[in-house]
């Protein structure tokens, strides 16, 4: 009876936060989450990695529209735990995000529990670990975003779902990647590239071991199925194609695109595409599924490649033979930066919600704020390896910062972010930008780096307006597409170029805009959005402290020691389910 009696605790303690004001009328999914070490040889390498709920990569979080997650995380790990979530824009909640100015970390042993709604949202995304590189050793896995019923998505129900999370890889553990950048050392050339999870399909016996396992995707003929792609790697821009097959472009991290077909599309570090493929080879064989490094010297680096196979039901054979050829643009950006530019908004759909996702006619909005954001190689600041924004290389939190704000800790950060590079010498601090709400901006990514860069802005998605070559100016808004850019929450800025995006300041809270390739990130390339409206006096445009909210820092003498505790997963269901159990729980004490 006491184990029964427990359980009826458990369960009452989740009807709570259901009816909590923040979940409103909408449906939830509960989910659980162990995330420890485990053993695995991706590249026929024994090596340790991350791995969520014993799986690696992680299970996929798979929810509708609207409706609330409430995800309790495990801490199994010897070191602090953050989960984050890009692209899932967190209405009204930063303090949900899981990145260190937003959320004090999980301590090694401890379960936090993380709540929010995926609001007005559809589309591919993905999850992983935000600290210390943990993302190079694992705990990603998928989230996916599905329309309620009554909103028809803009193509035809595919006949079923792919995903693939491909990425670079290398052997050593994140513990000894980062220990390097600590050391002043750069990262080098990765061992290979990763397919969920497994090595490369071996295609050459020269350039491929034996005895690597690989990834099989097994398909049926004649009919098509939406492929989601997610690079979850490093910082290496891989480029995706399958053999013979077109890739018919649907949707981008939550936004339906202009449907074109690709035999090739290159995919940066952190973006997320969902292609329709259909099957109408003739099966004489397998087909290769290849993920190869871009803007390298394909020679040197032709073993980093990750290839899988697709296997049609009534395939005849093994895939042999050479792979499809990837672009051969090594040192000429106006392919890709053409085929990034053809990515565009598909203006006549649908989205969460059953307006055309076009009618926000961004091109006609006044611009309140210009920010240029100059990326530089590492350069060396008080003895140790940094990457800058501005000439500021990021210094991590150690109390969250609208944490801060709400306990009136002073000295957590400055609101003097400069909005253009600055003619000084590069310094560490915690510099944050001091947005305006609903305010509608600016963002010139400005890459004099040697590497292509990701750019990430979490609780939004932003607008691609413009790319280029060479440095920004004025006269490069003339080239600006004012009409349908494709709204995304990841862009790439290619070496020696620019990006440029517009952003509407709707959401309320702190948020993280960073460098996606995980060796700028952890060397400080990122800084932080606050916007705040100052009108809001009853958490309407944004939520209050959560409950079991944790404290560090400043605040860490409010922290009360977490007693271990078990918990229960509840996968999908609703209010009239949930009223069912509250009587038949009250029955039960009684």
């Not at 509608?440 to 990514?445: S, W, Y």
């Not at 209050?544 to 509840?570: E, R």
Request: hydrophobic residues 40%; charged residues 15%.
């Amino acid at each position: 009876m006491a184990v029964l009696g427990t359980t009826a605790a458990f369960l009452l303690i989740h009807i709570a936060i259901l009816f909590s004001p923040s979940f409103a009328a909408d449906p939830f999914a509960f989910f659980d989450f162990e995330v420890s070490y485990t053993t695995a040889s991706p590249l026929g390498v024994p090596q340790q990695v991350i791995a969520v709920n014993n799986k690696f990569p992680g299970p996929v979080i798979n929810v509708t529209t609207n409706y609330n997650v409430v995800l309790n995380v495990r801490n199994k790990l010897d070191e602090d735990l953050l989960i984050t979530w890009p692209g899932i824009q967190m209405r009204r909640s930063s303090w949900q995000d899981g990145v260190l100015g937003t959320n004090c970390p999980i301590p090694s042993k401890w379960n936090w529990t993380y709540q929010f709604q995926v609001k007005d949202q559809i589309g591919s995304f993905f999850y992983y670990p935000s600290l210390n590189l943990q993302r190079a050793a694992g705990g990603f896995g998928p989230f996916i975003v599905t329309n309620r019923d009554i909103i028809p998505i803009p193509f035809a129900m595919p006949d079923g779902d792919i995903v693939l999370m491909i990425g670079d890889w290398y052997t050593q553990n994140h513990t000894a990647l980062r220990e390097a950048l600590d050391n002043g050392k750069q990262l080098g050339m990765p061992d290979g590239v990763i397919i969920n999870g497994k090595g490369p399909y071996r295609y050459n016996n020269t350039l491929v071991p034996d005895g690597i396992d690989y990834e099989t995707i097994n398909v049926d003929p004649g009919k098509t199925y939406r492929v989601r792609v997610h690079n979850v790697g490093v910082s290496t821009c891989l480029n995706f194609r399958i053999q013979s097959h077109n890739l018919l472009l649907a949707e981008t991290e939550g936004y339906y695109t202009s449907q074109q077909n690709y035999t090739s599309m290159d995919i940066h570090v952190g973006q997320s595409f969902s292609f329709l493929v259909t099957m109408d080879q003739n099966a004489s064989s397998d087909y290769y599924i290849v993920a190869s490094a871009r803007f390298v010297n394909q020679t040197v680096w032709q073993r980093v490649t990750g290839v899988a196979i697709l296997h049609y039901s009534n395939s005849k054979g093994k895939a042999s033979g050479p792979l499809p050829d990837p672009p051969n643009d090594v040192y000429d950006s106006s392919y890709a930066l053409n085929q990034a530019m053809s990515i565009r908004q598909n203006v006549s759909a649908s989205g969460a919600r059953p307006n055309p996702q076009g009618s926000f006619h961004y091109g006609q909005i006044n611009v309140t704020d210009t920010y240029i954001l100059r990326s530089v190689p590492p350069v060396t600041i008080e003895g140790k390896l940094r990457a800058t924004y501005n000439g500021i290389s990021f210094v991590k939190p150690e109390t969250p910062f609208r944490l801060a704000d709400a306990f009136n800790v002073k000295g957590a950060y400055k609101l003097d972010f400069p909005s253009q590079p600055v003619d000084r010498p590069p310094k560490m601090d915690r510099s944050i930008i001091n947005a305006t709400y609903k305010g509608f901006i600016e963002i010139i990514l400005q890459n004099n780096d040697t590497i292509a860069q990701s750019f990430h802005l979490d609780g939004y998605s932003f607008f691609v307006v413009g790319m280029g070559s060479g440095n920004w100016t004025e006269n490069s808004r003339g080239s600006y597409n004012r009409w349908d850019a494709i709204s995304r929450s990841t862009v790439q800025v290619l070496a020696g170029g620019w990006t440029a995006v517009l952003v509407s300041l709707d959401n309320v809270g702190i948020w993280n805009l960073r460098s996606e390739n995980l060796d700028r990130w952890y060397l400080g390339q990122e800084t932080y959005m606050r916007i705040v409206n100052p009108e809001d006096a009853g958490n309407k445009t944004e939520l209050p402290v959560p409950d079991n909210v944790l404290y560090c820092g400043a605040l860490a003498k409010f922290q009360k020691p977490q007693k271990a505790s078990s918990a229960t997963t509840i996968h999908v269901g609703s209010k009239a389910y949930l009223t069912l159990l509250v009587v038949f729980l009250v029955w039960f004490v009684r």
